[in-house]
């Protein structure tokens, strides 16, 4: 059987209720806490800054998953691993010397990742897979929680395990961005190791059930 891990995207969380969600996530079944910063640039909103993910990584006892919809991400590295980051995703999008800024995200001790705008093609990965620790499929456009499901993500994650075995790569893949119970099967079925899950969980009205049932679909 396949493992996956279950990453509830702290964006959908209840802010006035921050702190409670977050024991949920400690609670429940979930691998990684999922945090998106976003800055009104790179992508249309503003999520939240340094104080507040500060709050969230003294509370989060698992594994976090910071994910930069920011412009210019080279300029935060240090800070995001001070503030307690396992792992730093920075976009393609937003990058001009990607290998750079991965070997920098390393350094700063953090696992390196890079997320995948839904229009940006995989195989601009080809050269520099081996030094990225985890690929984030966007399976949304970036910038809002509650979106639809993209469906060509099924054929970008096939095409992204097919380059990762290639090239002998021990990247992990990761989808953000609708994801349900209706696609959660599939996704890993085709190669996916992390699901990062917004509304899905966090509107659900049992929210620790709703990760148990993402996190034992059986494959
Ligand atoms: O941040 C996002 C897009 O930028 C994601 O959609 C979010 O991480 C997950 O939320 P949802 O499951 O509601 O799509």
Not at 47 to 73: E, N, R, T, W
Request: glycine share 6%.
């Amino acid at each position: 059987m396949k493992t996956h891990k279950i990453a509830p995207s702290i964006l959908a969380a209840d802010f006035g209720n921050l702190q409670r969600d977050i024991e949920m996530v400690n609670q429940s079944e979930a691998d990684w806490f999922h945090i998106d910063i976003m800055d009104g640039v790179f992508v249309p909103n503003i999520s939240f800054g340094m104080p507040v993910l500060k709050a969230i990584s003294q509370h989060a006892q698992k594994f976090i998953d910071v994910h930069l919809m920011i412009v210019d991400p080279d300029r935060y590295i240090k800070t995001f691993a001070d503030l307690g980051s396992n792992m730093l995703t920075v976009h393609y999008e937003a990058c001009t010397h990607l290998h750079r800024t991965l070997q920098a995200i390393k350094a700063a001790g953090m696992q390196a990742g890079v997320a995948l705008n839904p229009h940006t093609p995989i195989d601009l990965l080809k050269d520099v897979i081996q030094d990225i620790d985890l690929v984030c499929v966007m399976s949304v456009n970036p910038g809002f929680g509650g979106q639809s499901f993209i469906k060509n993500t099924f054929n970008k994650v096939a095409e992204l395990k097919e380059l990762i075995l290639s090239k002998d790569a021990d990247t992990l893949i990761e989808i953000d961005g609708g994801v349900t119970d209706k696609n959660a099967k599939k996704l890993v079925q085709t190669g996916a190791d992390i699901l990062v899950a917004g509304s899905f969980v966090f509107k659900s009205e049992e929210p620790i059930e709703t990760i148990k049932e993402l996190k034992s679909l059986s494959f």
